[in-house]
């Protein structure tokens, strides 16, 4: 079944470092791709997502590629900051669905 | 404008006592989520509604439990009776029906059960 597979966490960054967080999925066709934050104490919401392959989505710095040869949607920042301190978690629809499955999370810390 | 409320915040009950939470989706948004997030567990669904009709249920724990959506602005989830192990952080999202449309969540309702 379709299923998205996250790096393990913590990572843990210095202020101005650069950020990946590997995401892979498996999937039937070619679904959208979602990147969701938490916050602590908040709810997950939408960071940037991606509707087919090739597309990039980017928000705040952030950016994720929809590569369908590595079946992979990588998220990348250039210059982290202690502000995104947060659990990163990947998702996608499974086929003729609308739900979404999740990744287990990824918790980002970034010290000064 | 108005996100997904969800109440109450926190709950604090004893084992074996009903517990009930609300949600309120975003106004116009015809689906909606309960999800369960635990450190053990991660983030898990437990059901979804599409038009106040549950969907796909099959991650609702045991018997337990129970959702309902009696009308487009209104959905509960109940816990009868409630044990330990239910303690987590229950979310409620809703969306609109629409391929790439995204998942709004509430702020979650942090559940305790002594």
């Known amino acids: 079944g379709d299923s998205v597979t996250q790096m393990e966490g913590p990572v843990t960054l210095s202020e101005e470092a650069f950020l990946t967080i590997n995401c892979t999925y498996t999937?039937?066709?070619?679904?959208?791709l979602f990147w969701y934050v938490q916050y602590p104490g908040e709810g997950l919401q939408l960071l940037l997502k991606a509707t087919k392959a090739d597309d990039k989505g980017s928000n705040k710095g952030f950016e994720a590629t929809y590569r369908k040869e590595t079946t992979s949607f990588h998220l990348e920042k250039g210059s982290v900051q202690v502000s995104d301190s947060a659990v990163y978690f990947c998702?996608?629809?499974?086929?003729?669905?609308?739900?979404?499955?999740f990744g287990t999370g990824t918790r980002l810390q970034v010290f000064p | 404008d108005a996100g997904v409320i969800q109440s109450p915040r926190h709950e604090v009950t004893e084992m074996g006592q009903e517990v009930t939470l609300r949600c309120k989706p975003i106004s116009g948004h015809n689906s909606l989520f309960w999800y369960r997030q635990t450190m053990m567990r991660g983030l898990e669904l437990l059901i979804y509604f599409n038009n106040n009709v549950p969907i796909d249920d099959s991650g609702m724990p045991e018997d337990r439990f129970s959702a309902k959506m009696p009308n487009a602005s209104f959905s509960t989830l109940k816990i009868q009776p409630s044990e330990p192990r239910d303690s987590a952080v229950y979310f409620c999202a809703s969306r609109i029906i629409l391929a790439a449309a995204e998942q709004f969540f509430g702020p979650g309702t942090r559940l305790t059960v002594l």
């Open positions: 998702a996608l629809p499974p086929f003729g669905t609308d739900k979404l499955i």
């Open positions: 999937a039937t066709g070619y679904p959208s």
